[in-house]
């Protein structure tokens, strides 16, 4: 567990990110929500500092003045036993309170919090709340970040959010194959350092002997099947895949515009040419499934990235498993509304390992366990291939 002072120094590095991050946007661009599953940047901010001010200054900070007793019902997000919450999919329609308030709000708990944590002592208990508390910011500022990209490239004018330069960073080893025995492998987290409750309950696995690529699939290598006709094959793809494409007429990969017959893909900084050599990214399960299915290959369960992640490099996309997000053996979740957290999502979704361009620093470890439906790609997701 991490010192006073430097559990502080952390916090308040954090609260400092988040704001950094918004500093590009006009004060139009707050407000925007173009799908349910993208927030507007201000709900972010704003939610996030609920987080605090709900579950440590409330029960921690004597005689604190709560802000304004309506952001409780604002920004509460999914937890069912904090009471009633706007709905996730109305966020776009809080004109008020407005960007000015919510910064005010900021300001606010984090001044309560810096108070609070330079009294004489503090519990343990909050110590790990804090811990928490900082980190759930930090998987928000990667959630600021792809909802300003889906917010701005779909905005008719395709504005450039700000310079980004390893978006699209080619990874310059060439590809091999990593070879694994089959074998027991230790799984989940070990230590005292920070993870959330899903990485928990240590746990041996056996796996079959199989190979993973070293390096990302590219856009080149996309681009190929785009021109073999793979979306238009149904071989390739599961039935609920297949279904998805056709409803919803998918023909490329999430930003993909043809100009003048070339490909380009919307980047933060603009449109760009596609790069066939960087890492493809916001691609659904569905695509990264059809495409690997079309390569003679298949993706790793996340158990096979886990066991051989210590010989690749990884960190630029958050990379699609053929797993499902299921618990751990022994799997509790914790007491009261954090138990809501993770254990609630477990049905339905895939497991996504690594990190990616936009994961903040101080938050990617290799048993971080990512989760999202099969249809969503507007996060930094991109695959690597299996056999």
């Known amino acids: 567990m991490l010192a006073t002072d430097t559990l502080l ?31 507007p940047p201000k709900w972010h901010l704003g939610h996030t500092t609920w987080f605090f001010e709900e579950f440590i200054l409330k029960k921690f900070a004597e005689g604190y003045t709560e802000f304004d007793p309506d952001f409780s019902f604002v920004f509460n997000s999914y937890y069912e036993s904090m009471g009633k919450r706007v709905v996730r999919a109305n966020r776009g329609n809080l004109s008020r309170p407005s960007v000015k308030k919510i910064y005010e709000y900021r300001e606010h708990v984090t001044r309560a919090i810096s108070e609070l944590f330079e009294a004489d002592s503090t519990p343990e208990e909050l110590h790990g709340l804090m811990e928490i508390g900082i980190h759930h910011e930090k998987q928000h500022q990667e959630l600021l970040l792809t909802d300003i990209k889906y917010i701005l490239g779909n905005n008719p ?37 920070f993870c959330y409750d899903n990485e928990l309950g240590a746990h041996k696995v056996y796996l079959n002997a199989y190979e993973i690529s070293n390096k990302l699939v590219t856009n080149g290598e996309f681009l190929e099947f785009i021109a073999a006709g793979g979306y238009k094959e149904f071989s390739h793809w599961h039935a609920e895949g297949w279904d998805w494409v056709n409803t919803k007429q998918v023909q490329c990969l999430q930003y993909w515009h043809q100009v003048d017959g070339r490909w380009h893909y919307y980047t933060m900084e603009g449109l760009k040419p596609v790069d066939p050599e960087a890492p493809l990214t916001h691609i659904s399960y569905y695509e990264a499934f059809a495409f ?20 690749f490099p990884w960190g630029k996309r958050w990379e699609w498993t053929e797993s499902a997000y299921l618990p751990y053996p022994g799997y509790e979740k914790a007491e009261g509304a954090l138990g809501e957290y993770n254990g609630k999502f477990m049905v339905s979704q895939k497991v996504l390992r690594g990190s990616s361009v936009a994961t903040p620093e101080k938050h990617s470890r290799p048993t971080y366990r990512n989760f999202f439906h099969p249809p969503l790609r507007w996060q930094y997701t991109g695959l690597r291939l299996a056999r």
Not at 10 to 32: G, I, M, N, Q
Not at 292 to 311: D, I, M, V
């Open 157 to 193: 004018l395709l504005p450039a959010y700000a310079t980004f330069p390893m978006e699209y960073e080619r990874e310059s080893h060439e590809q091999d194959w990593i070879g694994m025995d089959e074998g027991i492998y230790e799984i989940g987290h070990k230590g005292d350092e």
């Open 9 to 39: 120094s952390f916090f308040k590095e954090t609260r400092k990110h988040s704001e950094a991050l918004c500093a590009p946007l006009e004060t139009e661009d707050y407000v925007v929500q173009p799908i349910e599953d993208v927030s």
């Open 292 to 311: 690997a299915q079309w390569k003679g290959c298949r993706l790793p369960t996340e158990f096979e990235w886990e066991a051989s992640q210590e010989y």
